[in-house]
């Protein structure tokens, strides 16, 4: 089984590392398996768990599209 860095599993879900890890961050995402290797400890990526993220993605409240959805139903709301 071939195993993927945070790098290469953004790259195949079409995010940036750092988006991908701060998902992990705020477990928005499941994080996979972690190796510890000298003082830096690493995230493995499986075909898996890419995929399991990919089907997650959509469901993922995102910050300012968000807001900006939330406010705009809030505003039609007012206007009833």
Do not use: C
């Not at 499941?30 to 089907?55: C, N, S, Y």
């Not at 959509?58 to 968000?66: D, E, L, S, V």
């Amino acid at each position: 089984m071939q195993k993927f860095s945070t790098r290469e599993a953004a790259e195949k879900l079409g995010l940036s590392p750092i988006a991908l890890s701060r998902y992990i961050a705020l477990r928005k995402v499941p994080a996979p398996e972690m190796v510890k290797t000298g003082r830096m400890t690493l995230h493995l990526w499986t075909e898996q768990d890419i995929e399991r993220v990919r089907r997650l993605l959509p469901k993922i409240a995102n910050g300012r599209k968000t807001r900006h959805q939330k406010h705009k139903k809030q505003a039609k709301t007012k206007k009833k």
